[in-house]
């Protein structure tokens, strides 16, 4: 099974800066990569940033781009989003996922989506 845990949001002003985690559990096949994915009420899931298991590749949305940044630790089995410069338009529900088949900036190539983080930017 694999389960994956977000955490980090939190409700900060504009301007400001938060880092989200997400962290995989239970028994994998493989090696694979993993995105960030968020969604607003009213809004379809919008893709933020995907990175190979090697961390030889990362995608932005150019949304965030010179923004946010993607990262992760194998050896904790963690996925990380810096989010820094946040904008009210940032506003929204944060996934992670892991890629099963596809491309990497679409969430139809993920699949094991964690409950997701509420990230809340005020202005």
């Known amino acids: 099974q694999v389960q994956l845990v977000e955490s980090g949001g939190g409700l900060v002003q504009a301007g400001g800066s938060l880092r989200l985690s997400c962290v995989a559990s239970?028994?994998?096949?493989?090696?694979?990569?993993m995105g960030w994915f968020r969604q607003a009420p009213g809004k379809e899931r919008e893709f933020v940033a995907s990175?190979?298991?090697?961390?030889?590749?990362?995608y932005y949305a150019d949304s965030v781009k010179g923004r946010f940044t993607i990262s992760r630790d194998n050896t904790k089995k963690t996925v990380y989003l810096q989010m820094n410069s946040l904008k009210p338009e940032d506003t929204a529900r944060y996934y992670c996922?892991?890629?099963?088949?596809?491309?990497?900036?679409?969430?139809?190539?993920?699949?094991?989506w964690g409950q997701g983080t509420q990230v809340t930017v005020s202005s």
């Open positions: 996922a892991r890629h099963v088949a596809g491309g990497l900036t679409t969430s139809r190539a993920f699949a094991y």
């Open positions: 239970g028994r994998t096949f493989g090696s694979y990569a």
């Open positions: 990175i190979t298991y090697s961390e030889s590749s990362t």
